[in-house]
């Protein structure tokens, strides 16, 4: 609880230095309020943009708050574009911490020291980042290695800063009237999740091992092998793999890597992560991203650190080809109709109103190179159409919206004529095909024949069992009928008895009657 409070003393006092309390009251009609909060923190400077102060106030709160903040900037829906657009340039920038820690971690995990462990080790780590370090390895048989190596202490930051975001979001969702619709205690949890997922390092290395098996006959994509034996919670050991980083487009020029490919490669990676499989990396940034320049594999995207890998099931991947498809044919009732059905969108929204709004949104960015469009302002408009017509957001496409963006960073900073409409429609258009056509329909065939032989030999006796059981319920409904009849025929035949007996009984006793009245008169 003292560190706890300690902790929120610390965002209290970076938020008045930064004037985070002017841009939470902006949208307010409070001037007084305002004027009265300059006069008190007067020795502020907050001269600069409110989108700066605010990043620049994140990454002085630490990594947990940074990447809450690039998480934010995907939700366009509510952020003002500016704070939106700044959010977007946050990067883990974070020092490394001591070498003897990652020493000591890797043997209290691995059971023996670096020295021990491998042929040579690194100590000076080639990349640090919020949750853990990288250092470079040989093993004892040559293969050149890199070791991950969890942040010691990470847990209890986490632990104690999304607690204090979780409060943080209840009250938003209390005070601010989109607060629901923004899920905000939802979008905490979902951070939260991936956060704590990243603290295991085992869960990185099985993604890892996932997305390479994915890609395993692809020419596209190459991931690092994983060495089990040398994994565990905290530490990872992987192939070492040599690359050009992605945003150094002046060295892939000079290598020869052909820009325009590799960004068509780029789309077709992402929509087949997507749509394929629904297990994508989620933090394509530059600085996870190699372009491999060996001969065997030139000009292959080589993807790093799979912390944070996102999951679609069969329902959103159907909704999100639907409506990429719709989009690329210009077919906004569909795009409409899709929210509807969806239940995204209130049942009684009408299509053609919401079609109007999508049309919108869409038509002036059509026929338009990469680099005169802005996915941002895409969103931006498409989410507050949204907010018009109550659509929700849906917390489990968080990732996918964060990785869209990424991709097209990736596009305008490798080829910005790139038609990113024609390199992505016929894809869709195959894959739609593959699951509801002839293709998909054979495809499907193939998955279920494998079940459908272990119970074609069964079918003979689950016949026979069936019907037995039809004629024992149908006998046992005919019986049931029988016994309802009888009982009724017994109730008729008892009316018509009490009836004879009453009437019998009453003819009988009148004749008695009558005969003993003759037989006392005549004497």
């Not at 209290?12 to 006069?39: H, K, M, Q, W």
């Not at 890609?215 to 793999?241: G, H, K, Q, T």
């Not at 077919?331 to 929210?339: F, I």
Request: charged share 25%; hydrophobic share 45%.
């Amino acid at each position: 609880m003292f560190l706890r409070s300690l902790r929120l003393f610390k965002i209290v006092r970076v938020a008045i230095r930064y004037g985070l309390d002017e841009i939470a009251i902006s949208g307010f009609d409070t001037p007084r309020i305002t004027r009265f909060l300059n006069a008190i923190f007067f020795w502020r400077d907050i001269s600069t943009p409110r989108g700066e102060r605010l990043r620049r106030a994140l990454e002085d709160l630490g990594p947990i708050f940074v990447k809450f903040g690039q998480v934010l900037s995907t939700r366009r829906d509510l952020l003002p574009l500016d704070i939106a657009d700044e959010l977007t340039r946050l990067q883990d920038r974070v020092p490394p911490f001591d070498s003897e820690l990652a020493i000591a971690q890797i043997q209290k995990s691995l059971g023996a020291h670096p020295d021990d462990l491998f042929a040579t080790f690194d100590r000076t780590p080639i990349a640090s980042a919020s949750i853990a370090q990288v250092h470079f390895a040989t093993l004892k048989d040559g293969t050149e290695v890199a070791v991950k190596v969890l942040r010691p202490g990470m847990r209890n930051t986490i632990d104690h800063d999304i607690g204090l975001m979780h409060i943080a979001a209840d009250w938003v969702e209390r005070l601010w009237a989109d607060g629901r619709r923004l899920k905000a205690k939802e979008v905490v949890a979902e951070f939260d999740k991936y956060l704590h997922d990243e603290l295991d390092l085992m869960r990185e290395a099985a993604n890892a091992s996932q997305l390479r098996r994915n890609f395993a006959n692809s020419d596209l994509l190459m991931v690092p092998e994983m060495y089990w034996d040398y994994c565990s919670s905290s530490v990872i050991v992987m192939e070492r793999m040599h690359g050009i980083p992605i945003g150094q487009t002046a060295r892939l020029l000079e290598e020869g890597v052909d820009l325009g490919k590799l960004s068509r490669d780029g789309v077709e990676i992402f929509f087949t992560q997507v749509f394929r499989d629904g297990f994508f990396h989620a933090d394509m940034h530059p600085g996870n991203i190699l372009v491999s320049t060996a001969p065997a594999t030139f000009g292959r995207y080589i993807a790093l650190d799979f912390g944070i890998v996102g999951t679609l099931t069969d329902f959103d991947k159907d909704y999100l080809s639907q409506n990429f498809l719709a989009f690329f044919q210009r077919d906004y009732k569909r795009v409409a109709e899709a929210h509807i059905e969806s239940g995204w969108a209130p049942k009684e929204t009408r299509v053609d109103e919401l079609e109007a709004a999508v049309r919108a949104c869409c038509e002036p960015i059509f026929d338009r190179p990469l680099k005169d469009i802005s996915f941002g302002q895409v969103l931006l408009r498409l989410f507050q159409t949204s907010r018009r017509f109550n659509v929700e957001v849906q917390p489990q496409l968080v990732l996918l919206q964060k990785t869209l963006l990424n991709v097209e960073g990736l596009g305008r900073q490798l080829d910005p004529d790139l038609d990113l409409w024609k390199t992505a429609k016929p894809y869709l258009e195959r894959w739609m095909n593959e699951q509801i056509g002839w293709r998909g329909f054979v495809q499907q065939l193939k998955i279920e024949v494998p079940r459908y032989s272990r119970l074609l030999p069964q079918l003979p006796r689950l016949a026979h069992q069936a019907l037995t059981m039809a004629t024992e319920n149908n006998q046992s409904s005919q019986n049931a009928e029988l016994l309802k009849k009888l009982v009724s025929e017994q109730r008729r035949t008892n009316m018509l008895l009490g009836v004879i007996v009453y009437f019998g009984g009453g003819l009988i006793g009148g004749i008695i009657v009558v005969q003993l009245l003759i037989h006392f008169l005549r004497f």
